[in-house]
């Protein structure tokens, strides 16, 4: 039973429009929310986070949306660049007594096409 | 300002075979963890360690055993490989309390035939 989901498995947008990836999650008891970003045969990259107590948190071109009432958050990616083109994993994270406890969503792979 | 190193980047194995992955990081964290990552599954925790020391099980721990030798550290054992180990591994670590923020390696391709 996956906690956290991402229903999109590839997606593609054009240079320069906006790319919005989604995510759900099923445990209310996550504090924090993380993208990574994750080009072929490299590790994944920590990319941004939002606490559960915020609904926005922006980054130069990403910006993240948090609606906790629908357990549901996404990335907002603007203007979309070739160079973003990559896998994305969604991740929700509790603290579990001595280690944050990181749940992974399956990915989305983003193609932007010059 | 290597971060987080792993060996090695690709193995072969047969079936009953055994190895080990290691993973170091030169960041002082105290946490570290391997993963494995799966197509349609995301990445899943194998094991952790919180801290020098400890060790524990994540979400799919069985054939698998691990060693934090110390807190720059922390490998993978497989005892008698299986092809359903067949994945690519990730080492990462972390601080404490670090909101999920997690530091990985480049990745480890093992094929079990």
Redesign the interface.
């Known amino acids: 039973d996956q906690q956290v989901k991402q229903n999109s498995p590839s997606l593609s947008v054009q240079e320069g429009r906006i790319s919005i990836l989604n995510c759900d999650y099923t445990n209310s008891m996550f504090d924090y929310f993380l993208w990574y970003k994750k080009y072929p045969a490299e590790g994944p990259t920590f990319l941004i986070s939002i606490s559960s107590i915020k609904d926005k948190n922006e980054d130069g071109r990403f910006t993240v949306f948090l609606n906790k009432s629908a357990k549901h958050l996404s990335l907002h990616i603007v203007p979309s660049q070739p160079g973003d083109s990559a896998v994305y994993f969604c991740a929700a994270s509790a603290w579990e007594t001595s280690y944050d406890k990181v749940i992974f969503g399956p990915g989305t792979s983003l193609s932007v096409i010059p | 300002n290597a971060g987080?190193t792993q060996t090695p980047k690709f193995q072969v194995l047969k079936t009953g075979q055994s190895m080990t992955l290691q993973c170091a990081q030169d960041m002082n964290h105290n946490?570290m963890?391997w993963?494995r990552q799966d197509p349609?599954?995301?990445?899943?925790?194998i094991y952790?360690s919180?801290?020098e020391g400890?060790t524990?099980k994540g979400e799919v721990p069985n054939g698998y055993n691990v060693s934090r030798l110390n807190k720059r550290e922390f490998s993978l054992r497989l005892e008698s490989a299986a092809p359903s180990q067949t994945s690519v591994y990730?080492c990462?670590s972390?601080v404490?309390?670090?909101?999920?923020?997690?530091?990985?390696?480049?990745?480890s391709r093992l094929t079990v035939l």
């Open positions: 987080v946490s963890y993963y349609g599954m995301g990445l899943r925790l952790y919180a801290s400890t524990d990730f990462a972390s404490i309390r670090g909101g999920g923020e997690l530091f990985f390696g480049e990745g």
